[in-house]
């Protein structure tokens, strides 16, 4: 089965659903808001003047907001659609930045430019059948010393859902609506594959990388998932037995020289 086929078309048709959402209330960004979240700017610091490579990029509001922020700019994503409205948005706002439409191996091969840093964060790993690949798409891409940041929802929560932690031989094939608010209904058959974070660690280390911070994280920046609890200043969070379950994980890595 070509499961990159079967997502590729899934991401096309969520496109302007979510162009149009509450959730990515793209309004405000156009009027200056920054889509990025306190635990990537933090974890991140200062780009002014480096050059960034976001991988699974969407239709780029946090690229853009890097670029807002003085990053030199290149997006990821293996949707068409998505790749179009990004660079709609590049153009109608005046920003500079370059949008790539690959999957991540298929860009891991064809890519010769090194970045002083690439990140990647939120739903991004579920879509990824080999992380090995991912990891050396990562390495490859980054200049000697260069800083890898990733920010993605702990699979514990996905456990607690049903879903298996560790990585299994094959994906599992469901039929799903999106995640934003304006969902109308309308299904795609979807393919996606769980990852433990130990399996996350080890492919970053088996590419070359060296992990200089992992971190957890009690709370979510979206109310995505159900059950999440608003926390005042914090964002959402999810009890099991009156404990707080780890929403997010975050892993700075570098390339060593």
């Known amino acids: ?11 096309d048709k969520r496109t302007q659903l979510h162009i149009e959402s509450a ?39 946090d ?14 994503d293996f949707s068409a659609d998505v790749i179009k409205q990004a ?7 005046g920003l500079k930045a370059n949008f790539v439409e690959s999957d991540i191996v298929r860009f891991g091969k064809d890519n010769t430019q090194q970045f002083d840093i690439v990140f990647t964060s939120y739903g991004v790993l579920c879509w990824l059948s080999n992380l090995d690949d991912w990891a050396h798409t990562i390495a490859n891409s ?15 929560n996905d456990l607690l859902s049903g879903y298996a932690y560790f990585p299994q031989s094959h994906p599992d094939i469901e039929e799903e609506g ?13 393919a996606t594959w769980s990852h433990s974070i130990s399996e996350v660690i080890t492919a970053l280390i088996g590419a070359g990388l060296r992990i200089e911070i992992f971190s957890e994280h009690p709370y979510s920046p979206y109310n995505c998932f159900e059950g999440l ?23 700075k890595a570098r390339k060593t020289a």
């Open 1 to 11: 089965m070509d499961y990159l086929s079967i997502n590729k078309e899934a991401w």
């Open 23 to 61: 959730f990515y209330d793209v309004a405000s960004f156009k009027k200056g808001s920054c889509s990025l979240n306190a635990v990537e700017l933090d974890q991140v610091s200062d780009v002014k003047g480096r050059s960034l490579l976001h991988l699974q990029c969407h239709f780029g509001l």
């Open 63 to 76: 690229t853009l907001s890097w670029a807002r922020l003085g990053a030199n700019v290149t997006g990821v």
């Open 87 to 93: 660079n709609l948005l590049k153009q109608d706002l």
């Open 142 to 156: 980054l200049k000697p010393e260069g800083e890898f940041h990733l920010v993605e929802f702990h699979p514990v």
């Open 178 to 190: 999106t995640y934003t608010e304006n969902c109308d209904g309308t299904k795609s058959k979807m």
């Open 229 to 251: 609890q608003p926390v005042a200043g914090k964002g959402y969070q999810l009890l099991h037995k009156e404990q707080p379950v780890p929403l997010l994980f975050s892993i």
